[in-house]
């Protein structure tokens, strides 16, 4: 993060050497600091998210990609293994020779992710694709479940739809998949793995209004 005591010095030389008329002959070098000053400190902040279901970042300003990749995490009824999701790059380093590892049953797996529903030109059982975006122009992002539009002064990044494993299975993260999805082409196999199921609300603990029962839940993912 761009050091906070550095960018006050700096606002306060900018705001006072501004104010004196005997700097004039500086006015060109301010107006180039003006000019300069939203780069240098996009280089020092920024905030980073996955999109769950795409092969790119969205078209947002300032939005750019980090990697695209496919979705990696716990087979759907596996008690063991990781509880996170992942998004795992195209193309993976392989740890080098000689580091001692258990030839055992000691490990953990790792498995693919899947749709198991059809939403757009996706079917069910193809893989889901993933993507690690950055805005530079935000400081926080954030994924709201149940809405469609940001709080005021919060940019929208994208809207979906809230998925998780199914629930006779173990559980899963909760994770907002873009609306328009996109698949891994050729991966049509029912591997199962880490399974991506729609989330529908339970009335009762969860207070009926303002939720209804049986509803699918949407998301969106907001930056600031």
Known sequence: MFPTAFVTIFMTVLLLASSQPALGTHRSLLDRIRDERPRWISGYTGSTYIIWGKHSCPAVHGTK?????YVGGSQYNAKGNGANTLCLPHDPDRLPYGISLPDRYDYANLYGGEFQFNIGH?????NVPCTVCRTNIASSTIMI???????T????????????NRYPYHMSEYLCLDDNPDYVHGSRKDDNGRLFYPVKTVCGSLPCPPYENGEYVSCIVCSR
């Open 122 to 126: 996706v079917r069910t059982d193809e």
């Open 153 to 164: 002064h919060w940019q929208k990044q994208y809207t979906g739809i809230l998925t998780a």
């Open 65 to 69: 990609e980090v990697y695209n990749g």
């Open 145 to 151: 479940p149940a809405k469609r539009t940001c709080p």
